[in-house]
């Protein structure tokens, strides 16, 4: 009898012990609570907890929309951010000085009301509001614009906290390099007077206000920037610019949150403001959507269209494609450096199959990398390579595979299997890598090319890609920041691509440096056009299909006009509930 | 006892220490470069060596043999000097501190763990005592077959299953997360679990929502636990009342309810609360499933997190942080053992 | 699954009669419920695994249908439904996928898998482990100090968390897969083997071996590794259940095998897009298949435990 006293006695200290170490684990885990809160956290994070509890508990904040967004934001300083997750958040917050009307690519004047370039487009005159003031007060006036692009431009800049990891690797995207590199095409900017700044390009620049509409280029209050340093755009210092809403919070791992700006220049948001919770996987988005507990979401799996048709409580906002997904194949892998071989390649893969299986039918096959909206600068008269299995076998005999081939050859001479890389992550051109890979090696099999099915961390992915380290067909796709054709055409078969996969055609180069800098969009498209009908002859990379991203509402839901480029302001949106 | 604590406190610097060099060395030997993936589809090598100087990863690994400079300013030295004054650094993705990143994070794995725990040991030592109390009967029957599947069980697969019913296919409880975000937005918390800050803030519909949340991941993760505990208390429960004594008792006239509670269950926990130790490591590698699959945000789903983005601050922190708890979880375990049992001496 | 017990304490310590022991332990493993329902698991989904690619051969690499994507399985339809579709009743018993594969065959076809790469990890582990635990105990001195200590860090790591770094580290394989796995389960192998050392080491016939001037390496395979035969054998069935789990978790979180292969894991990964659209058949059966294969080996571990040796039943 005395033994069975021991354990249960003996019990209670440890769990008293097991509790202790919980509790000092979560002492850890809060181990700096004091000395740590953010300076501009705190009030602003106060004041809505505070208040309702006194007032009206949470009357206000459930009206909020909620956005289920594709992730975390990495940023919300526009400038320093190239993912669309981010720039989703910052474009309620940010300005830009030149828009796009909703749902279009067509040029709409926001913090800018007039633009016009001088005689060869190398000068830039861009008229400002003189009624808008930034969130913290301070005024938006020409020079805040200067600031904003000279942290962006300017590797010296006082306050482009660059030493403290801030990149803007998007400016040399964009401009060929930053201030001073000598591939870049800006010069410079400056405040004539208080509503008037001049940007100075060293070339024809044409395109430039479509350069100026893209999300990144977002302008922040320079007081903000200047006093918040590193953490400006962090979860703890958000973002200060001049759009419908204001930042109220950054939960890491949940969401972030906006209210609206009542000191908006124009029209105010029709909600009192916004939560952007992040969720990474499609199918728990659209989960979410059903459930109610987000208003309106985007990229959904195309098979969730068939979902929201048969909910009526669901409805799918129309898109039009404005992007690539492709095949390309590394000119650097023999047999692949076989012009028959590719086109044998082209001619095996049914797109109307992948398109009609994968995407739910809705989009366009892709006969040409450029897609509808940019047709002016399609060739009129393509040579394209529809699917025909006995035309692919017979140019795989002629290039000497009658019985097809299962190996290539990498640079340093070893043979390997055919490898297929397929995207670790879903994106708007490639909804379901997985499956489309599985599709392509099926159909590569039916004429007798055997592949493997290979992927890596989506980092590693592009890395390799950019080393021009990813042998034998790769996975890829691109969505347009807006409307010039060379943000297709260069980015794909550029002097920058070479290394990519090996393709190198000097003359198609020049044409799309011609085109890029000529000042009518009739010369312009005769030189896309000549340039497109040598890439699609040489066959570097197989276009598949331009496809519409698949976005999610509520039917309750009104005045969400997505835009083609991927992320517009939510200001007109509004639900009843 | 005092000098065996001591001895077995010592005994874990040289593991820590090797827990710190390991994940160092493993992330550098991970391929690609966060340089790339943060720059993305559109970087150029200039960019990508720029950043790469930013943040430091242009230095040497282990040792600066350039001549130039200090010997030992390296990656290596630095973060361990850092790491040694309990500065875990700045996270490349987000640039906030990884201290502070994992006061956010910690406390949803630990309010998940603990509630897994909460349900596992009670559902399992009652389900164990009864099965055990009718042995051979339907309830013993059925409940030791829940018992083996359940022990078998892939949880993330179940907590598909799960999600699937109870969220999406019924609506009775949320999909994922922690919060609704009518209430958690401008929620400040004090201990980072939700459950405890809602009655704190003397707001108990956090409680409540929280709780909701909570509900689905912590009888995912609880399945496994519950399982091995209720068959664990269940055969030392056997044993325990076929002892001599347990006949004395009953032949004493003591009601069967004061038999079992009293002397039965006192003397089969020993193994069983063996068991529950042994279960709280095991845990946080069912909590990073767990969390993946209802995008928890816990400590599981920020280091995984972490490690595609090659975000190597946070993956350093968060796992040297991660095998700290869990030697001091498994120390403290075994302590509680001699404590325990009078019969383990050292 | 707890029947046996008293008859316990006759087994030897030392492998005296090696033949009859093995026999006596076979008969206990079939006298137990668990280890006979175990053992009918595991033997079945063997049997499965050898014989699938000649029952009924497929090629996953040319598998598919569009037409039928996503269909659920045949009996669950209508007549009218399976008209339409030219379907018989027993056709698609488990539905089909995103690309119109019969899921069926699929899940069939992966038990070789998962077996394959279960039971190679954990004999790697095992060959590893117990080559390092019996030679640690038996060196000792710095040796041992060492390996424990590399034991003690591995054993620090939850272990799906190590066996994601290394995936991360090779890249995603079912091959890398399977060797993170098996790296995880070293350590338990490793110390079951030495600690039988230790407890062995000094006993009198092998201190009369050495002093009969047997050679080392002789007594360390002769004698001290049959004793830690049955404490491995148990662990390592068991093990083999943890490394079906986590090689499918690894699939599952897209680090194992690569498409078009049909392992469970990466099925799941897939299916887990269709949960919420009410397609329930295409998760339920993958994962079915990984929790009965689970369970066959646990149940065979459970009853190998109870027949070799009763002393290690907690």
Same mark, same amino acid.
């Given at each position: ?221 320079? %007081? ?244 021009? %380290? ?108 | ?34 340089? %790339? ?310 | ?314």
């Amino acid at each position: 009898m005395k033994r069975s006293q021991i354990p249960l006695q003996r019990a209670l200290p440890l769990w008293a012990l097991l509790l202790v170490v919980t509790l000092m684990v979560a002492a850890c885990g809060g181990a700096t609570p004091a000395p740590a809160p953010a300076p501009t956290e705190a009030p602003a994070a106060e004041a809505p907890t505070e208040a309702p509890a006194a007032e009206a508990p949470a009357a206000d904040t459930s009206s909020f929309l909620v956005f289920g967004n594709s992730g975390e934001p990495d940023t919300v300083d526009s400038m320093d951010t190239t993912t669309g997750t981010a720039l989703y958040v910052t474009q309620q917050m940010l300005e830009n000085l030149i828009d796009f009307e909703p749902g279009t690519l067509e040029l709409a004047p926001a913090l800018a009301t007039a633009w016009e370039a001088n005689e060869d487009s190398t000068e830039w005159t861009i008229t400002l509001r003189d009624d808008v003031t930034f969130h913290d007060g301070t005024p938006f006036n020409a020079d805040a614009v200067v600031f904003n692009f000279r942290r962006l431009a300017e590797e010296d800049f006082e306050f482009g906290f660059r030493a403290e990891g801030k990149t803007y690797a998007i400016f040399p995207d964009i401009f060929g390099g930053y201030a001073g590199s000598p591939d870049t095409i800006w010069e410079g900017v400056e405040a004539v007077d208080d509503t008037t700044v001049v940007f100075t390009l060293g070339q024809p620049t044409p395109l430039f206000p479509n350069f100026l509409a893209a999300a990144y280029f977002g302008i922040s209050s320079p %007081t903000a920037v200047q006093e918040l340093g590193a953490d400006y755009g962090t979860p703890n210092g958000g973002a200060v610019g001049t759009g419908p809403f204001t930042f109220l919070e950054w939960r890491p791992g949940e969401s972030i949150s906006l209210v609206r700006n009542e000191e908006y220049w124009g029209e105010p948001a029709k909600m009192p403001g916004v939560t952007v919770r992040f969720i990474g996987d499609a199918a728990q988005r659209l989960a979410e959507l059903q459930a109610g507990a987000v208003d309106f979401t985007i990229n959904l799996a195309p098979d969730a269209r068939a979902t929201i048709a048969n909910d009526a409580n669901l409805a799918s906002p129309p898109l039009e494609p404005f992007n690539i997904a492709y095949l390309s194949l590394n000119i650097n892998n023999p047999p692949f450096d076989n012009l028959l071989v590719r086109q044998a390649v082209a001619h095996a893969i049914d797109k109307e199959e992948i398109l009609e299986g994968l995407y739910g039918g809705v989009g366009d096959v892709a006969e040409d990398f450029l897609p509808d909206a940019l047709a002016w600068a399609r060739p009129t008269e393509l040579d394209p390579y529809p699917f025909d299995p006995e035309r692919a076998k017979e140019l795989l005999t002629e290039a000497g595979f009658p019985d097809g081939f299962s190996t290539m050859t990498l640079p340093d001479g070893t043979e390997s299997p055919v490898i297929l890389w397929y995207m670790p992550v879903s994106r708007p051109y490639f909804p379901t890598p997985q499956p489309v890979a599985e599709l392509f090696a099926a159909q590569l099999a039916d004429v007798g090319i055997q592949v493997e099915l290979q992927t890596e961390d989506w980092g590693v992915y592009l890395d390799n890609w950019d080393a021009g %380290t990813k042998y034998g067909l790769v996975m890829l796709g691109w969505t347009g920041d807006y409307a010039d054709p060379n943000n297709f055409l260069r980015t794909h078969f550029g002097p920058g691509t070479v290394r990519e996969a090996g393709y190198d055609n000097p003359e198609v180069f020049s044409l799309l440096d011609e085109a890029g800098t000529a000042d009518t969009q009739e010369a312009a498209a005769t030189f896309f056009q000549q340039a497109g009908t040598l890439i699609n002859a040489d066959l570097p990379r197989v276009p598949i299909v331009h496809a519409p991203p698949v976005y999610g509402q509520n039917a309750a839901l009104e005045g969400w006009i997505p835009s083609p480029s991927g992320g517009e302001s939510f200001a007109n949106l509004s639900i009843s509930r | 006892m005092a000098q065996y604590i001591l001895r077995r406190l010592l005994g874990l610097i040289p593991v820590l220490l090797g827990i710190a060099f390991l994940v160092f060395m493993m992330l550098r030997l991970i391929p690609g470069d966060p340089a %790339t993936i943060m720059l993305g589809e559109r970087s150029t090598d200039e960019q990508r060596i720029n950043l790469r100087a930013q943040l430091g990863l242009d230095r040497p690994l282990f040792f600066n043999t350039t001549g130039e400079g200090n010997l030992f300013d390296s990656q290596y030295f630095s973060f361990m000097g850092r790491t040694l004054q309990g500065d875990l650094g700045t996270s490349i993705m987000r640039r906030t501190s990884v201290a502070e990143e994992l006061k956010t994070f910690f406390p949803a794995t630990l309010e998940l763990t603990i509630a897994a725990m909460l349900i596992a040991t009670t559902v399992g030592i009652i389900t164990g005592v009864l099965s055990a109390t009718r042995r051979g009967s339907l309830f013993d029957a059925g409940s030791m077959t829940f018992a083996l599947v359940g022990v078998s069980m892939p949880i993330f697969w179940l907590g598909l299953m799960l999600q699937y019913l109870f969220a999406v296919n019924l609506g009775w409880l949320p999909i994922s997360q922690r919060l609704s975000p009518d209430l958690s937005r401008g929620f400040q918390g004090i201990t980072g679990l939700y459950t405890i800050d809602g009655l704190l803030r003397g707001r108990p519909e956090i409680t409540l929502d929280a709780l909701h949340h909570l509900l689905l991941p912590a009888v995912t993760l609880a399945t496994v636990p519950m399982a091995i505990i209720a068959r664990m208390t269940r055969s030392a429960m056997l044993e325990v009342l076929g002892q001599d004594y347990m006949r004395t008792a009953r032949a004493k006239g003591l009601r069967d309810q004061v038999v079992v509670v009293r002397h039965a269950l006192k003397n089969a926990l020993l193994p069983v609360v063996t068991v529950i130790g042994l279960q709280l490591g095991l845990l946080l590698s069912g909590a990073i499933l767990t969390e993946t699959v209802f995008s928890w945000p816990g400590i599981g789903t920020w280091i995984l997190n972490g490690i595609l983005a090659r975000d190597y601050p946070i993956v350093q922190g968060g796992i040297l942080f991660v095998a700290t708890v869990f030697v001091l979880v498994n120390l403290l375990v075994d302590l509680s053992y001699a404590w325990l049992d009078p019969r383990i001496r050292y | 699954m707890t029947t046996t017990t008293s008859t316990a304490g006759a087994v030897p310590t030392a492998p005296r009669r090696p033949q009859n022991l093995w026999v006596e332990a076979g008969q206990r493993l079939l006298g137990n419920a668990a280890g006979r329902i175990g053992l009918t698991i595991t033997l079945a989904l063997l049997a499965l695994a050898l014989f699938i690619p000649i029952v009924m051969p497929y090629n996953p690499a040319t598998d598919r249908n569009l037409r039928l994507r996503l269909v659920a399985p045949a009996w669950t339809l209508s007549a009218d439904e399976r008209e339409q579709r030219t379907l018989s009743r027993t056709d698609i018993p488990f539905g089909t996928d995103d690309l119109g594969r019969d899921i069926f065959t699929r899940v069939l076809h992966g038990t070789r898998i998962s077996l394959t790469a279960g039971v190679l990890a954990v004999s790697l582990a095992v060959i590893v482990g117990s080559l390092l635990g019996l030679v640690a105990g038996f060196v000792g001195g710095w040796f041992d100090t060492v390996a424990v200590w590399i034991m003690d860090l591995m054993l620090a790591f939850p272990s799906i968390l190590l066996a994601i770094v290394i995936v991360s580290v090779a890249g995603p394989s079912l091959f890398n897969a399977l060797l993170a796995v098996s790296i995880v389960e070293i350590p338990i192998f490793g110390r079951i083997a030495r600690s039988t050392v230790l407890s062995i080491r000094e006993q009198e016939y092998i201190t009369a071996a050495r002093a009969v001037g047997v050679p080392s390496h002789s007594i360390l395979f002769r004698h001290v590794l049959p004793n830690s035969l049955a404490p491995m054998m148990v662990q390592a069935t068991l093990s083999i259940a943890t490394a079906i789990i986590n090689i499918a978790a690894l699939g599952f979180l897209g680090l194992g095998a690569q498409p078009p292969q049909p392992e469970w894991g990466s099925m799941l990964a897939q299916a887990r897009n269709f949960v919420g659209q009410g397609m329930w058949w295409y998760s339920t059966f993958p994962g079915l298949a990984i929790m009965i294969t689970v369970l066959g080996f646990n149940l065979l571990g459970d009853g190998l435990r109870d027949a070799l040796d009763p002393r290690l039943k907690r």
